[in-house]
């Protein structure tokens, strides 16, 4: 397979979506779900006593983001490998 007709178009995708940028936003979505999950815990704890089923549903809630930053943050990495192997950066 002629892999410069395909380096070619997405030659601008890359300047675009660099490796670092991806693999940057990657760590963030990786820290970001970290903090939900102590978000979520401090939400639960810190309900008081009038507002203590709000306090659960909103920590539950805070708690179903982690997943999905940990998932963005996998394939952002996985985006990133892909797209340093293919303009021939790291």
């Not at 890359?14 to 978000?39: H, K, M, P, Q, T």
């Not at 306090?55 to 943050?73: A, K, M, T």
Request: hydrophobic share 45%.
């Amino acid at each position: 397979m002629d892999t410069s007709k395909l380096t070619r178009h997405l030659k601008p995708v890359c300047e675009i979506c660099s490796s670092r940028s991806l693999r940057l936003l990657s760590d963030v979505c990786l820290y970001l779900g970290f903090l939900s999950i102590i978000a979520s815990v401090l939400a639960w704890f810190t309900a008081t006593k009038e507002n203590r089923a709000y306090g659960e549903r909103f920590g539950i809630f805070i708690g179903l983001w982690v997943p999905s930053f940990f998932i963005l943050s996998s394939r952002l990495s996985r985006k990133a490998d892909e797209l340093g192997d293919i303009i021939g950066v790291e």
